[in-house]
T-cell receptor
Framework: DAGVTQSPTHLIKTRGQHVTLRCSPI?????VSWYQQVLGQGPQFIFQ???????GRGNFPDRFSARQFPNYSSELNVNALLLGDSALYLC?????????????FGDGTRLSIL | DAKTTQPTSMDCAEGRAANLPCNHS???????VYWYRQIHSQGPQYIIH???NNETNEMASLIITEDRKSSTLILPHATLRDTAVYYC?????????????FGDGTTLTVKP
């Protein structure tokens, strides 16, 4: 079975631009979460979506937004990019919100801001 | 979710067991312990999880102390491919499977 897939794998943007990152969860998984991982640190939670509704949000500015589609895939949007937004953006999926089962992660999108 | 503490780095000889400790002294009764690892340039990979009993799968064993305040991930025969950052996470059972709080993890280096 395919795991969590993310696109693109790498992206270069300049300050002030916006970006859209995409994620397809594992088949049958209905919950998608987004994380930001700055070099040398652990992943930081940004959003969780379940059944197309936002179910959790981390400490990130309103420039960050996301949505989930009827097929459970998801997009992360970041507006007015800053140099500090350079990071690995990870998507993770899980079957449902309330579960003991773990999240499974994709390999991320490496975003570089020039 | 409870906070976890892990050593910053550890070394292990190839073929020997790697024992990675994690302290979670404020863990509550309904919180599970999860372990992930992240190999360079990849996303975190799920390894194992448990509540209070020791667990074993094809990748590793998880030993949780009786008071549940700490745990140890054991890789029985470490290989060079096990070199990675290992994260210990504690999460309340049956709630919000979509949010995991990561620390900075332990960088395990397996040496020939």
């Amino acid at each position: 079975d395919a795991g969590v897939t993310q696109s693109p794998t790498h992206l270069i943007k300049t300050r002030g631009q916006h970006v859209t990152l995409r994620c397809s969860p594992i088949s049958g998984h209905k919950s998608v979460s987004w994380y930001q991982q700055v070099l040398g640190q652990g992943p930081q939670f940004i959003f969780q979506y379940y059944e197309k509704e936002e179910r959790g949000r981390g400490n990130f500015p309103d420039r960050f937004s996301a949505r989930q589609f009827p097929n459970y895939s998801s997009e992360l949007n970041v507006n007015a990019l800053l140099l500090g937004d350079s990071a690995l953006y990870l998507c993770a999926s899980s079957y449902v919100v309330g579960s003991v089962q773990p999240q499974h992660f994709g390999d991320g999108t490496r975003l570089s801001i020039l | 979710d409870a906070k976890t503490t892990q050593p910053t780095s550890m070394d292990c000889a190839e073929g020997r067991a790697a024992n990675l400790p994690c302290n979670h002294s404020t863990i509550s009764g309904n919180e599970y312990v999860y372990w992930y690892r992240q190999i360079h340039s990849q996303g975190p990979q799920y390894i194992i999880h448990g509540l209070k009993n020791n667990e074993t799968n094809e990748m590793a064993s998880l030993i949780i102390t009786e008071d549940r305040k700490s745990s140890t991930l054991i890789l029985p025969h470490a290989t060079l491919r096990d070199t990675a950052v290992y994260y210990c996470i504690v999460r309340v059972a049956y709630t919000n499977a979509g949010k995991s709080t990561f620390g900075d993890g332990t960088t395990l280096t397996v040496k020939p």
